[in-house]
């Protein structure tokens, strides 16, 4: 159904065809263009009354329309799923993964790397649900965070690297183990976008991804996703965001859209200058280690080198021991640099970090973060130079 154009109905009065106009009646897309029509909608039209109740066809807003469609296949594209699940954030992806899948009584296995939030959530809400989360040290082996597992354990969640410290965990080997125990496994695929690696491929069972970072790309959306191509894992995430009521508007989707056709070129470009940052900063005296698994010296680049294509532009350094106040001078006197959570943007971002542990406590000195953007690699060199300068004078 579609609303009368008023032209049709001049013995209609005043009111109605105001009322009506406004809806826009006939206004049908009037050229072809190069994205999807963002649609804003609660109410879907809907041909007849058989219709309202025909649930294989959408009859309501909130489950999303054209942009939000288009994205989700754009998702699978990108992390070679059939199904991809939006979310209004990261965050939300991870949590609505986690409601998706357990229950009361369940374990769950996290890397002691976790984004702290998620870390937050599973200690608070999962616990007050009747889940408990057990915490493995962030470079467990496989056999090592499997042999962690009670007979109760419903999920193993990954986040590799992990975004501070940036272990890396055998992938595929622990959801090969963890699928023959009938374990699921859920991973934070923000570091390698989908690009850089794809989950699912290595027999993860839910990928999920911050779209917040690279994916939007510009610092100003939030956006999560989960992909995975198991029937039963799709009915069940649709199922908690349609029972939920959590919903992804046409605007955000379309801009994770406007970044997906940019994400290969940027996200190069990223990966490219902070390689020459990171090599740099392993030239400072005051640089104990270059945490980017890119490089040859780090622990994990081995693995990183089968797994992955690429990395992104997202390291860490850890600086010889000094007083926190020295390296908040350091941060304090960067220029080109903002200083801020969050990654994956055009601008570059410096960070203090400040892990959170419980299973294998950070040992290490004063940890820095830092996420290179498209700016030039030399004069963001030369910023970090001069800001290190001060801590030297
Ligand atoms: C590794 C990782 N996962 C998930 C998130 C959450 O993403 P969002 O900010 O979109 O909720 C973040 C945010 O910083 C993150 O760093």
Redesign the pocket.
Known sequence: MTYPSNADHPEQSRETRIVHSAAGAGASLPAETVGPAIQKASTILLPNTAALFDSSRPNYGRQGLASQMALSQAMCELENARFCQLYG????A?TGALVSVLAAGDVILVTDGV?QPVRRFCDGQLQRFGVRTIYYPADASPDAILALCPPETRLILI?SPA?QTFEMTDVPQLARLARARGILTLM?N?WAAGLAFRPLEHGVDLSAQ?L?KYVCGHSDV?L?SVCVNDPALEHALRQTMIDAGFAVTGEDAYQGLRGLRTLPTRFARHAASALEVARWFQQQPETAQVLYPALPQDRFHALWKRDYDQACGLFGVELNPMPEAEVERFLDGLRLFGLG???GGFESLATLSRPTRTASPWTGGPLVRFSIGLESPGDLIDDLDQALNRLRA
């Open positions: 954030s990261g965050l939300a991870l984004y986040e975004s934070d923000t911050a917040t939030f999560g959570f969050s990654w």
